[in-house]
């Protein structure tokens, strides 16, 4: 019996526990609580990944119960974090994008060309190829300081390009209320299902195959607030 225990825990990290999901908000440098302040996904449980850059779930990747979550109040120009359920283990970028509700974000679903990006984390490239942020735990970015004041949608995303021509998505919305900020006109903008589709470069390449040089980023380029 020891040793099958052994394989199982040599074996577990290719297997079931290589997925994950964001499931914390890292607010004010203090950890909040599973599904708090993001939607639950409809990857649970599990953390399964979506696999359809042109499938609703693009969006928020919510599950069917659209359970209330929390909205977190955040200051312009501060950190957020995201903490994953398990290490990412997979090679691939990580986005960060924002859109403003009309009103109160509770209810809202994210519809429409209103979605601009606020960061991201590409590759790195030499001699021996793409190099990609890996066994991260989480990721933060920053609220940019001039996005005006309100409540948003906030996406975070991990593209894993693991099996080529396979993107997975790991994908997570939050609920924030932004204070401070400032009157930046957030562009381009683009919608959840629309702004990906599985013919893009960075899906539909083989990060493995030869030397690439660069990695083509999907989406909209980075809004300069
Ligand atoms: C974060 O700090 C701001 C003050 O800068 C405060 O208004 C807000 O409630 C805090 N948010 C959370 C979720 O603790």
């Given at each position: 019996m020891k040793l099958s225990?052994?394989?199982?825990?040599?074996?577990?990290?290719?297997g079931v526990l290589s997925h994950y999901a964001f499931w914390r908000m890292v607010v004010n440098g203090t950890t909040t609580g599973e599904w708090e302040y993001l939607r639950r996904t409809a990857g649970e449980p599990g953390s399964k990944p979506l696999e359809n850059p042109s499938a609703p779930g693009i969006r928020c990747y919510e599950d069917g119960s659209h359970k209330i979550v929390k909205t977190a109040t955040v200051a312009a120009g501060s950190k957020i974090g995201f903490k994953a359920s398990n290490t990412m283990g997979h090679p691939g970028p990580f986005t960060f994008y924002m859109a403003k509700a009309p009103t109160s974000v509770e209810r809202w679903d994210g519809s429409g060309n209103v979605w601009f990006k606020?960061?991201?984390i590409g590759a790195t490239a030499d001699n021996a190829g793409l190099h990609f942020k890996m066994g991260l735990s989480q990721v933060d970015t920053v609220i940019p300081r001039s996005v005006p004041a309100g409540e948003y949608l906030i996406r975070v995303e991990h593209i894993a390009l693991h099996k080529a021509g396979q993107p997975q998505f790991y994908i997570s919305c939050g609920q924030i209320r932004v204070t401070g900020g400032g009157s930046g006109n957030p562009s381009p903008k683009v919608s959840f299902p629309g702004a990906y589709k599985m013919s893009d470069p960075g899906f539909s390449g083989n990060i493995y195959k030869g030397t690439p040089t660069s990695?083509?980023?999907?989406?909209?380029?980075?809004?300069?607030g």
């Amino acid at each position: 019996m020891k040793l099958s225990v052994a394989a199982a825990l040599v074996l577990a990290p290719y297997g079931v526990l290589s997925h994950y999901a964001f499931w914390r908000m890292v607010v004010n440098g203090t950890t909040t609580g599973e599904w708090e302040y993001l939607r639950r996904t409809a990857g649970e449980p599990g953390s399964k990944p979506l696999e359809n850059p042109s499938a609703p779930g693009i969006r928020c990747y919510e599950d069917g119960s659209h359970k209330i979550v929390k909205t977190a109040t955040v200051a312009a120009g501060s950190k957020i974090g995201f903490k994953a359920s398990n290490t990412m283990g997979h090679p691939g970028p990580f986005t960060f994008y924002m859109a403003k509700a009309p009103t109160s974000v509770e209810r809202w679903d994210g519809s429409g060309n209103v979605w601009f990006k606020i960061d991201e984390i590409g590759a790195t490239a030499d001699n021996a190829g793409l190099h990609f942020k890996m066994g991260l735990s989480q990721v933060d970015t920053v609220i940019p300081r001039s996005v005006p004041a309100g409540e948003y949608l906030i996406r975070v995303e991990h593209i894993a390009l693991h099996k080529a021509g396979q993107p997975q998505f790991y994908i997570s919305c939050g609920q924030i209320r932004v204070t401070g900020g400032g009157s930046g006109n957030p562009s381009p903008k683009v919608s959840f299902p629309g702004a990906y589709k599985m013919s893009d470069p960075g899906f539909s390449g083989n990060i493995y195959k030869g030397t690439p040089t660069s990695y083509p980023m999907p989406g909209p380029p980075v809004w300069k607030g």
